[in-house]
Every structure is written in C-alpha cells, then in structure tokens.
C-alpha cells in the first residue's frame, strides 16, 4: 500500500489505484484503465514556420497551451488525429506530434468537478 498526493509519482510507481477524495473514493481500478477509458485525450503538436494561424474555431478541441509554435489541445478520446495532422501540415512542417491520455492528476480533477 502506498499513500500520496502526488499523483503524477503514484502513476509511476502503481498498477492500481484507489482515488478518495474528502472521504470518498472517486477513482479506482489499474492505471491503464483509467487511462484507457478517459473521455478525453491530449495532443501536442509543433508545426515549424506555420503560414499563419491553422487551428479553425469551434472545433472539437480546447487550447490548453501556446508555446511558439507548439500547441497542446485537449480532444475528445474519439477525434479525427488524421484530420488534425492534416490542418497542422497545410500550415508547415510539422516536427512534434503527439497523442497521449491524460495524467492521472487530470482524471482526478475531472472526477472531482
């Protein structure tokens, strides 16, 4: 047993988890589950020189950040990665591109919200 509220070490060192929060528990099961099952995903992508802005409005995303030109999005789990590539290559070079699940300290927060 292993007691923490660094989740982002939890989710390194254990298989499973029970997540409680003010008492409850909110979380439980194998960390690939959870993971797995998340209704939303993450995608970073750098696209070099971009001819100007690539990202359209009101699409099925979020911009959660803006470094240069590196962009993280939070998607739905069931987005078109093929047609987001594709907006992001009309703009440039892309040299990053990837799509992971979120961390567990992002599924406790949608949990408890």
Same mark, same amino acid.
């Given at each position: 047993?292993?007691?923490?509220?660094?989740?982002?070490? #939890?989710?390194?060192?254990?298989?499973?988890?029970?997540?409680?929060?003010?008492?409850?528990?909110?979380?439980?099961?194998?960390?690939?589950? +959870?993971?797995?099952?998340?209704?939303?995903?993450? @995608?970073?992508?750098?696209?070099?020189?971009?001819?100007?802005?690539?990202?359209?409005?009101?699409?099925?995303?979020? @911009?959660?950040?803006?470094?240069?030109?590196? #962009?993280?999005?939070?998607?739905?789990?069931? #987005?078109?990665?093929?047609? +987001? %590539?594709? +907006?992001?290559?009309?703009?440039?070079?892309?040299?990053?591109?990837?799509?992971?699940?979120?961390? %567990?300290?992002?599924?406790?927060?949608?949990? @408890?919200?």
């Amino acid at each position: 047993m292993f007691s923490s509220h660094h989740l982002d070490l #939890v989710e390194g060192l254990c298989k499973d988890v029970v997540i409680i929060h003010r008492g409850a528990s909110v979380l439980e099961g194998a960390v690939s589950a +959870l993971k797995a099952g998340a209704r939303q995903r993450h @995608v970073e992508i750098e696209v070099q020189d971009p001819t100007g802005p690539w990202l359209p409005e009101g699409e099925a995303f979020e @911009v959660v950040e803006r470094r240069g030109n590196r #962009v993280r999005l939070t998607v739905d789990r069931d #987005v078109d990665i093929e047609a +987001l %590539l594709a +907006l992001a290559r009309r703009a440039g070079t892309v040299s990053h591109f990837s799509f992971e699940p979120p961390r %567990l300290s992002e599924l406790f927060m949608e949990a @408890v919200s």
